[in-house]
């Protein structure tokens, strides 16, 4: 009777247990967030940035980019462009390890915007600045405290009529965020946040 009774909770206990495994496959996964956990680091990416570029073209032809961001999210990792024309933002994700794109998207500018007025004050050359890599080095190299930190993001885009690489990463629970001129890796402004 004793080894029934053993055999009868052993029985039970397993099938309880595949229930709950069973019902934590099929609940919705948690919502995912904009930021990426402290401990995902943004690893070179197999799509460059000239190729991400050379596909925003392609896709939004007559327009300058004005805006470039690389993240990682979870397992995913993309290129966000931004760009304009004379009258429409242009937004447009490409996968940064296939190149597929994706979220193309197109928005009216406000009137004030319009006719390339805010368009030439945002676009972006390439032609003088620092590479990813180089603006990640010297950013890691800026902030010594985190010369060893996690980077999760990097975006190039314009602030105050200056080019700006801005990284953002963290180090021992801490986020740090680095300004640098484009240009010239010069420091801009460097921030540690708890």
């Not at 943004?42 to 004005?66: C, G, I, M, N």
């Not at 990682?72 to 462009?81: H, I, K, P, S, V």
């Not at 760009?83 to 994706?102: F, I, P, W, Y």
Request: negative net charge; aromatic residues 4%.
């Amino acid at each position: 009777m004793r080894k029934t009774t053993i055999i009868v909770s052993l029985v039970t206990l397993g099938l309880l247990t595949g229930c709950t495994a069973n019902q934590t496959k099929h609940s919705a996964p948690p919502a995912q967030k904009e930021s990426t956990s402290p401990q995902q680091t943004v690893q070179a990416p197999k799509v460059t940035l000239e190729k991400a570029r050379e596909l925003y073209a392609k896709q939004y032809p007559a327009s300058d980019l004005t805006e470039v961001e690389l993240k990682q999210w979870g397992n995913q990792m993309f290129y966000e462009l931004t760009g304009m024309n004379d009258n429409e933002e242009l937004h447009m994700h490409v996968d940064a390890r296939t190149g597929a794109t994706s979220r193309l998207s197109k928005e009216a500018l406000d009137a004030d915007e319009q006719n390339d007025v805010e368009r030439h004050q945002k676009q972006l050359a390439f032609d003088q600045l620092l590479t990813p890599q180089q603006a990640l080095q010297k950013a890691l190299q800026k902030a010594q405290q985190y010369s060893t930190g996690n980077v999760i993001k990097w975006s190039l885009e314009k602030d105050d009529g200056r080019t700006v690489w801005e990284v953002e990463g963290h180090q021992k629970q801490q986020k740090m965020q680095v300004k640098l001129d484009a240009e010239t890796g010069a420091l801009i402004e460097k921030e540690m946040d708890d």
